[in-house]
């Protein structure tokens, strides 16, 4: 069997369906989309290439962000969210500028380099998974007009990270909103899926112009069934989320990060 009969034979839409819902519950129970889990696995277990991987995951992440905006609005009224519209233009305002460009170097990008590139922000994902569980909301660190250079400095940022990953950023973005500005946690949630959707569809759109884009013409039936299982998963995961303690629970996930990273390395 060649290697594209190979890879194409673990594309088949059950284990689409079971691997979304798995790595869904998994960003479900941290807050996230799951797309830092779900980029591995489209990359070790589905055989796609750096880049593909890249914008298959940015597809199913518009897809879980979009729906985590609905799926939060009994928690977070839409109210909360828009009054706080200056907050999330000042971040849109890096963001958006952030995820073209990003999305412009991944494409011009070596394969191998880039598998790197991904490792790397991989592992610096880890590292804020074991940091994260220890902040809390407060005094925003910033006010007046550096306030409003931060933010869009931190936005310019997180939009290079999230559209080279292909990811909505939110394990960024929810610690950036709670000390830069002195976000509650909740509201910090849904005010950075407010950011994300737009800063995704931009890198969302770069990509477009680049031939790999055509991934998803390609595996349009797989992307739609591991979106679905993605979806499914986000929702047990918010479920289990009272069961299963943070303490123990975002270790496991940073261990889970660190170790793909390094597969995804050595891939490259």
Known sequence: MDPAQSAASRRSLPAGFLG????????GLIGLGGAEFRLPLLIGLFRFRALEAVILNKAMSLVVVASALLFRTRAVPVDDVLSHWPVVANLLAGSLLGAWFGAGWATRLRSDTLYKVIAVLLAAIAAVLLLEHRIAGGAALFAGPTQLVAGVVAGFGIGIFAAILGVAGGELLIP????????????????SLAVSLPTMLVGFARYSRDQSFGVLG????????MA????????????LLGVVPGAILLPILAAILAISAVKVWQHG
């Open 20 to 27: 979304g819902a798995a790595i869904g519950t998994l960003g």
């Open 228 to 239: 679905v299982g993605s979806i499914a998963g986000s929702f047990i995961g918010g479920l």
């Open 176 to 191: 950036t909103l709670v000390l830069l500005f002195g976000t509650d946690i909740k509201l910090a949630g849904s005010l």
């Open 218 to 225: 390609r595996n349009r039936r797989f992307v739609l069934v």
